[in-house]
């Protein structure tokens, strides 16, 4: 039964003959993970608190920044070098203290991702990158949960939801993994503001409609939202059985790889500053954009943005070597990936974190 505190906060549910008493039920029983408590996570952690879903978990390995602020509205200027997971449920639990929160400060990964998603009814999906968007699927796959999937580039934004009652699932619409230079990047391109919460929003109505079973749920539909001209279409997509049939036991495990260590080599912020300080210091090539390079960069670095390595290749020696680095290591592994594949390179390394793992060692005399 609903308790009178319950009744009293749910009151507008209750009213609702699609959900009433039953359905509130239904959420306070249920377990929802959101993998990502970024942009997405956000607003899908306020509104499924918000209305009373009874356990939330929340996966998330990264630290708030000053660039987080600009959309991801759970956190402000004294949560700066939190992580992000705890911040989150601090927040949550301040938001709705009925709703009980569980913290995973860390990145789903195939040696978790088990543990992590038998333990709920539904995952909701606000990664940022591909290997973990593949792996939440076939895990989902393995362990029949829906998936609610979300994602954001520049001003455009999708929802679907995935492996819901025999429907399609995230293989069924994207079967192979895009590679490294042609996934899309925030860090690079950006991304409006409002845009992840407008997303993030249709995400948690999309979770509720599946907890409480009403409504015709995004199965097999991906909805497209342009914020720009705020118009939104529905792409139809079908079960493909050969898709829909990949697992954890039968995907790849190079599909879930970090695309930082995959046929890529990767030197540590310490040991580029030990080489820094020896007679045979690398070469640095950073392939930030130029407003970044111009506020921070490591002394003696060369230029070079992700977007115009074909014109400036033939400035990349091939015979020493060359560290590749950006603010986090997501450009720069793009770009060590095409110079590898497109030129030919050879001696590349990818500064692992980059300017930001450099920064922790408090280097200051490297930086310019």
Not at 82 to 100: C, I, M, S, T, Y
Not at 116 to 142: E, H, M, Q
Not at 305 to 325: D, F, M, N, Q, T
Request: hydrophobic letters at 40%; aromatic letters at 6%; one cysteine or more.
């Amino acid at each position: 039964m609903l308790t009178s505190e319950e009744r009293n906060r749910y009151r507008r549910h209750l009213q609702l003959p699609e959900i009433g008493e039953a359905g509130q039920l239904q959420l306070k029983k249920a377990r929802v993970l959101v993998v990502g408590a970024g942009g997405l996570g956000c607003p899908v952690l306020q509104y499924l608190a918000a209305a009373g879903v009874g356990t939330l978990g929340i996966v998330d390995a990264d630290k708030v920044e000053t660039s987080n602020l600009q959309r991801q509205i759970l956190y402000g200027p004294r949560d700066l070098g939190q992580f992000k997971a705890e911040v989150a449920g601090r927040v949550v639990r301040q938001l709705n203290p009925l709703v009980h929160t569980e913290v995973h400060v860390c990145r789903a990964t195939l040696g978790n991702v088990r543990d992590l998603v038998t333990k709920y009814d539904v995952v909701v999906d606000g990664s940022d990158n591909f290997p973990t968007r593949y792996l939440l699927n076939d895990a989902c796959v393995s362990f029949n949960k829906p998936l609610i999937s979300g994602a954001i580039y520049k001003f455009e934004g999708q929802v679907s939801v995935f492996n819901y009652q025999g429907g399609p699932t995230y293989r069924c619409l994207f079967p192979q993994q895009p590679s490294g230079r042609e996934a899309p990047n925030c860090d690079a391109t950006g991304v409006l503001g409002v845009l992840p919460g407008i997303v993030g929003t249709a995400q948690a109505s999309e979770t509720l409609k599946v907890l409480l079973g009403i409504g015709e749920v995004l199965s097999g539909r991906l909805w497209v939202l342009d914020a720009l001209s705020f118009q939104t279409r529905v792409i139809k997509f079908a079960r493909r059985p050969e898709s829909a049939a990949v697992n954890l036991q039968s995907a790849s495990p190079a599909d879930y790889a970090d695309l930082c260590s995959v046929g890529i080599n990767a030197i540590s912020a310490t040991e580029l500053q030990q080489q820094l300080e020896s007679e045979h210091a690398p070469f640095l090539l950073d392939v930030r954009e130029p407003d970044e390079f111009h506020k921070k960069h490591l002394v003696g670095a060369t230029l070079l943005p992700l977007g115009s390595l074909a014109k400036g290749v033939g400035s990349i020696p091939r015979h020493h070597p060359v560290v590749v680095y950006c603010r986090s290591g997501r450009r720069s592994t793009q770009a060590i990936e095409r110079l590898q594949i497109e030129f030919g390179f050879a001696n590349l390394l990818n500064l692992d974190g980059g300017m930001e793992a450099w920064e922790e060692l408090g280097v200051g005399e490297q930086v310019k």
